[in-house]
């Protein structure tokens, strides 16, 4: 991925990961728009961001993604990275009942937001020198976490969805990239300083020098064992892998 000059939108990009992506690409000289939907927030961080922009965009909805899509195409025709990065986490139990309202809006957060955005763009990324869409999973498409079992298969889903993405604009100048994070330290659930948790600073750090020569996936050294999930071997790893953080449950107050 070219690393600067570009015109780049963040979604998810007033904290956490996202943030994180954006001041880094705001510092290295490129043109940031950073879309959430607390206002507030994003002022916020475009002020400490002078030249950095906002945009309102509630993720959920598919008609509000066409008319953010269609005014930032007016707005910025340069714009050529599409960073898919809001998503939430609730917890749940695959083995109980489930919040049906929850559901949904963790599968239109976390699937249908990412692919109606991209969508919605890529038309546009086709006709500029060189674009980059790059979708943010998670470890847990590869081990689930029983805990966010929905969430957990969201992220598989985006891995998956990534995959056909990238097949399908493999003949264009669309070059489609994946970042998989660990536990980052972020408000994602609950930021605690917990120390099995990758500090969020360490993480933008080791994912940026691994992106201008990436051609597939962006993987922090901390998630390779858990990605080369051994075939027959998943299910004790998987099991293994929740029974550690049963045993020693993540914070989330």
């Known amino acids: 991925m070219q690393m600067t000059g570009n015109t780049i939108l963040i979604t998810g990009g007033a904290s956490g990961i996202g943030r994180g992506l954006a001041e880094a690409f705001h510092r ?64 749940d139990d695959a083995g109980g009942e489930l919040d049906d309202a929850q559901a949904v809006k963790l599968v239109e957060t976390n699937l249908l937001g990412p692919v109606r955005l991209s969508a919605a763009l890529v038309g546009h990324l086709k006709k500029q020198p060189h674009a980059t869409i790059i979708n943010n999973s998670s470890v847990l498409a590869y081990v689930p976490l029983a805990a966010t079992a929905l969430y957990s298969a969201t992220k598989a889903a985006i891995h998956s969805y990534t995959l056909s993405q990238r097949f399908m604009l493999r003949d264009t100048k669309v070059q489609v990239l994946e970042i998989a994070p660990p536990w980052v330290d972020t408000d994602l659930i609950h930021k605690s300083g917990d120390a099995r948790a990758m500090p969020l600073e360490q993480f933008i750090a080791e994912t940026l020098a691994k992106l201008p020569e990436a051609t597939t996936e962006v993987l922090v050294d901390s998630v390779l064992p858990m990605r080369a999930n051994p075939g027959a071997g998943e299910h004790a790893l998987v099991n293994g892998f929740n029974e550690a953080l049963a045993a020693d449950p993540i914070p989330v107050a």
């Open 28 to 91: 290295m000289g490129n043109q940031v728009i950073i879309a959430g939907r607390r206002k507030a927030l994003l002022q916020e961080v475009a002020k400490a961001n002078p030249g950095m922009d906002t945009v309102e965009l509630d993720i959920t909805d598919a008609a509000q993604i066409q008319r953010v899509a269609d005014g930032l195409i007016a707005r910025y025709p340069a714009l050529n990275v599409v960073i898919n990065n809001a998503g939430v986490m609730p917890f």
